[in-house]
Each structure stands twice: as C-alpha cells, then as structure tokens.
C-alpha cells in the first residue's frame, strides 16, 4: 500500500443538528494510521452520523474532517483513500455480486480488465463465487455485508470506515469478515469499526472511541481506555453512571 501522511482520519469539531436534536456535538477524534479503531456507543449516540459526515455521506452543520491530511468535502482525493461499508446500504436489487462491482468499479473511473480481476479475487475470497449469478435481491443478510464489504474494498482504498459490519451477520460469514479485515491492517491498512458490542470490539481493535449523546467521552488505545476491566464495564460506568447500578427486575416475573 501507498504511503500517506497524517492521521488516517481526523475530526475536528464536528457537528450535526436535526431540528432542535443536537446529533453530535462538537466531535474530536483522531484515528492514527494503521490502527483498528473501534467506535462504540449505544443505539442513537451519534455514531452513524459521525461517521457518515466523516466520509462525505452527510454534510456537517460544523467543523471538518480529514482523511490521511485531505479534506473530505474539499479534496477529491479523500474520497478515492477510503472505503465506505455504510450501515443499511442500498445497491441495486436487480444486479448480480458481480455486476455491482463492475458497475461500482467501472463509475470510479477503474480500468475495466482490473475491476474483472478484483471482483473475482473478492467474489471468491468471501465466498460470494458461487452466489455470483445470483441476484443481490435474494441474497441473505450475510451475504449483503460480504458484497458490501466487497464494494468498500475494490478500489484499494487505505481506510475502511465499517458501520455496524457485523449486525445480524452468522458466524461463518463474521469468521471470513474478521479475518479479511485482519488482513487489512496487517497490510498497512487502517479501519474504523462502528458497533455496540464490546466484545468484538475487544476481539478486534487496538484503540478505542466512546461516543454518548453526540459526544466523545473516552478515546484511545483499547488498554488505555478500558484499565484493568473489561470494555463493556468501563463502557457501562462512562454512559451508564448511576443507571448502570439500578435494580432492574420486573416483580411480576419473580412469583
């Protein structure tokens, strides 16, 4: 891969209102090269928004964000360094695996015969080559993420920016998923991972962001972040504070 300069993403101040609803609040993080940042937060914290400002998806109110020093809605560069796995993404229903990133390759400006070779490289190494003559309309959810994924990877970006990749995803398709995105880094890449379970968090990342109620409230190297417990109860005690320790049964089911 490429050698860039600068964080692999950086945000600066980022901000996001919908109405009266302040969605993210004035956002600071800074993703370093090479790192398998992991952004955790409950439903609704502001993590897809976040995200989706980062990459271009969603024009902020403020602030600004940089990918590898360019900037995302001023530098074209920026968009061509990054691959986008959005959460809900949309793509043609009536296209096969294989005519979506042909069409996707080709609309990036890929020359047609490295698209071929690419699409069959990622078809075969997510076990999509024999779902190739399918139509994505009748693919599983499993199978959407892997094509999603697919798309996200074709152009050799140099980060992944993954909302939610693992949601509602079996653990044959995760297994292949976590072992790609391993790959990744080990090659130089650098990926950040939006989810809500800790625990594949801790599995996968090396550092850290915690987001609550649009802001960042702990970010770092995962050992840093989370001390001597574990993510999920240092995640608890930062979002969760006197909530978290709240009795929470339902007297009608102790009869």
Not at 29 to 53: C, H, I, Y
Not at 149 to 178: C, G, M, N, Y
Not at 211 to 239: M, N, Q
Request: hydrophobic share 45%; proline share 4%; glycine share 12%.
């Amino acid at each position: 891969m490429s050698q860039e300069t600068g964080p692999a993403l950086e945000i600066a101040r980022l901000t996001k209102r919908f109405g009266d609803k302040v969605a993210v609040d004035a956002i600071d993080l800074v993703v370093p090269q090479g790192s398998f940042f992991g952004l955790v937060g409950q439903n609704g914290a502001g993590k897809t928004t976040t995200l989706s400002m980062a990459v271009g998806l969603l024009r902020p109110d403020g602030g600004v964000a940089r990918i590898f020093g360019q900037d995302v809605w001023t530098a074209a560069k920026a968009k061509a360094l990054v691959g986008v796995l959005p959460d809900g993404l949309a793509m043609p229903e009536r296209l096969t695996g294989r005519e979506v990133l042909t069409y996707l390759g080709l609309l990036r400006g890929m020359d047609k015969s490295v698209v071929a070779q690419r699409a069959s490289e990622l078809l075969a190494v997510l076990e999509l080559d024999d779902a190739e003559r399918t139509l994505v309309i009748e693919y599983s959810t499993g199978m959407r993420k892997k094509i999603g994924l697919a798309t996200a990877l074709l152009h050799a970006p140099r980060l992944l920016v993954l909302d939610e990749p693992f949601e509602a995803v079996d653990p044959v398709s995760a297994a292949t998923i976590k072992t790609i995105l391993r790959g990744f880094v080990a090659a130089g890449g650098s990926i950040v991972l939006s989810s809500h379970v800790m625990a594949l968090v801790e599995q996968l990342c090396d550092h850290v962001g915690v987001v609550d109620g649009g802001k960042v409230v702990a970010a770092g190297p995962l050992e840093s972040v989370r001390g001597a417990r574990s993510l999920e109860e240092t995640f608890v005690e930062l979002v969760g504070g006197e909530r978290a320790g709240m009795s929470k049964e339902l007297s009608w089911l102790s009869k």
